[in-house]
């Protein structure tokens, strides 16, 4: 069984959490997600299963899109309000000045990663050192917020649409918005709303699919792994060439240069290529091998 499905992760799950349960689901070992979700995090969570796993590399560094609600005057050791709380500040701020800041935040950045984060320092996961009550200089990262725009308030808490590059943390974005507020600033939700091509709209409750899989139909639930490369053009071979394609040679084929979904004589997708001065060869092929 191949193909992807879009969870709407449930807050409490890890990201391994859902695919731990899929395998269950699905009887396959090979499943895996693009770009994690932290536990309290809901919402757009790629997964991909069996020989679609292929494809995770692909989807990891599309942009993301979230909600996260800021909160004013709270500063804790997980940027977010899961953690210990550091400092606890009155916050005499206004609309317009959370407004006033956001544009700031906004075009390529340097972000310095959390302490209770998965990035290794030193060969060690910060977070690792984080709960021995450690804490180590982190170089920062070259992240991109795309647009960043507060959409309403939930209580006291802000609402801000972030969408963003690989590897931004979004508490941390939280956190440093309220350091320059100067009331200081936590995360108090998050839910992701889309990445890469796949929104809400695609997605599923992991409930959805847990009984999709005890009715013998959660196989209807995937998704061709062929959807992740819809931008590209498409290319099929004829015999000769699906020959050589599956034995992984290149082979001649008049094309414009660039990438391309390629498909055998059946309409199977055999795999993704790259067409260059009249010859194709494999970036990374994606039929079953027997």
Request: a positive charge.
């Amino acid at each position: 069984m191949n193909g992807i499905i879009i969870i709407d992760k449930p807050a409490g799950w890890t990201s391994q959490d859902v695919c731990a349960k899929l395998r269950g689901v699905f009887h396959e070992k090979r499943i895996g997600h693009s770009g994690t979700l932290d536990p309290m995090a809901t919402g757009v969570l790629p997964v991909f299963v069996g020989r679609a796993t292929r494809a995770v590399e692909f989807a990891e560094n599309d942009r993301k899109r979230y909600l996260a609600a800021l909160r004013l005057g709270v500063v804790t050791d997980t940027q977010d309000v899961t953690g210990t709380a550091l400092e606890t500040r009155s916050v005499t701020v206004s609309e317009a000045q959370v407004l006033a800041v956001l544009p700031g935040f906004t075009g390529p950045l340097r972000q310095v990663p959390p302490m209770y984060s998965a990035v290794k320092v030193g060969g060690r996961k910060l977070y690792e050192l984080a709960r021995r009550g450690r804490s180590v200089e982190r170089p920062a990262r070259q992240i991109e917020i795309f647009s960043l725009a507060l959409t309403g308030r939930d209580g006291e808490d802000y609402l801000l649409d972030v969408e963003c590059s690989k590897g931004t943390y979004i508490r941390t974005l939280c956190h440093d918005i309220g350091q320059r507020l100067g009331c200081g600033a936590c995360m108090a939700a998050l839910r992701r709303t889309r990445a890469g091509a796949f929104g809400l709209e695609d997605a599923c409750s992991l409930e959805a699919v847990v009984a999709a899989g005890e009715q013998g139909r959660a196989g209807a639930l995937l998704r061709p792994v062929d959807s992740l490369f819809a931008a590209l053009p498409a290319v099929t071979l004829d015999g000769a060439r699906e020959r050589k394609c599956r034995c992984g040679n290149e082979f001649p084929l008049d094309a414009a240069d660039g990438e391309y979904r390629v498909y055998g004589e059946s309409g199977e997708f055999l795999m993704v290529g790259r067409a260059q001065g009249g010859r194709m060869t494999t970036v990374k092929s994606f039929f079953e091998v027997v």
